[in-house]
Every structure is written in structure tokens, then in C-alpha cells.
């Protein structure tokens, strides 16, 4: 679903990915792990399209990506969701799902100023269908509420809700626990299960290890722009050298 070979990107002197190497799967639960600083939102950033590395190849779908523009990535089937929430804030929680939709459906607008049967009959359908992922998001009583008006947690599920709703072949998640409390982080987690389930690859970005450790079937630890090791989450938990990363060697 998803291979990078050897991607690199550099900022003037400073380097921030240096010949990384990732495979995700399809029904597959990748884990990116690091401190802050380490080139984990950089190389989404290069997977997305919202950047570009400066040398290696990015494949996704079967398409080689490095150097296509966002939109065209998504059209492929990727989702994603941010470290910084972006919402479409003055929109219902429901039109925020929609506008998801909209972006594949089939309606001109020719056939929206003029009413037309088909495209009444596809804004039903779109309605429907974003009711029914709010509904799995436990979002759909607040479905006329402004998205501004949402509290936190909220507003992380119907980020990804409207990310679901685009159906898509894998999703990249970019620390979606983000000022949640362990309740809230747990059932986030049973979602992204529910994701693996449906066959769609997640790629998820994240400091919780009990979020990864309940999610993930294998983890890449990125540090300083380079992968320093690959593992199961268990296998990640005791690894000396990711130890270090993180809390730094005794003198």
C-alpha cells in the first residue's frame, strides 16, 4: 500500500530525513514513534504531498507520489488527519463530514444550480452515508452544532470521522490522542481497530505507547531523521537504544 525507499529531505544544513525506509500495509496498524524534533510530522508532510523530499521514492496505491500535489495523493485514496486540528469551523459538525464526500462525488455544478434528479438523489446519499459515520463516532446528536462550539475530544473524532468519509485506501493519523484523557485516547483506539478491520492501512503517528501498544502491529522509531529501529510494540518497549532516545544515557 505504502513503500518509501530512501527518502531524504533537508532544509539548508539541516537534515531532516535522512534515507528513510517505511512499508504499511493494507489492514495493517503502522506505528512512527520519536521525540519531538525527530522528522515524524516532516515525513507525513512528504507522504501527503504537503512537502516534497529531495531525493527517494515515495509509492503509494501503486502510483509513485514524491512529486504529486495533495489533491491528486488524496484522489488516490489517502486520508489524513493533524497534529493541529483544521476544521472547517463555522460548519455544522454534519457539513463538515459532507464536504469530505463531495470531493468524489459525480455532481457538477450544472447539476447543482440547476436541482437536477441526480444530483438530489447523491446529496441524499451523502447525507446519509455522513450521518451513519457520525453515528460510529458517537458525533450524530451534535450534527447542527458548529464545529467551533466542540469540545477538544470532539472535535479530534469528527476530524477523523471526516477523514473516514472519504473513503479511503489508508489513513495517516498525526497524533490524534492529542489533549485527550485515557478514556477518551482507549475508544479513539477501538476506531482505528475498527479501521485495520475494514482493510484500510493506518500509519499513525503518536507519543502515547499504551495507544500504541493497543494499536499497532509494527512500529518504526524515527530519531534524528534517520530509523533507528523497527519492531512490535512490545519489542519497541524494550529496545535499549529507543530507551535512550527518548530519556537520554546516563553519564
Known sequence: MLSLKNVTRYFGGLTALNCVNLEASAGQVTGLIGPNGAGKTTLINNISGLDHPNSGQIIFNGHEVQRMAPHRITALGLAR?????RLFNEMTVLENVMIAQHFLGKSTLFHSLLQLPSHRKEERFIRQKSLDILEQFGLSHLQNE???????GDQRRLEMARALAADPKMVLLDEPTAGMNAVETEQLG???LDMKAAGIAVLVVEHDMALISQVCDIVYVLNFGEVLTVGTPDEIKRDPAVIEAYLGRDE
Open 190 to 192: 477501538e476506531k482505528i
Open 146 to 152: 458548529l464545529a467551533s462550539n466542540l469540545s477538544y
Open 81 to 85: 488527519t493533524y497534529q493541529n486540528i
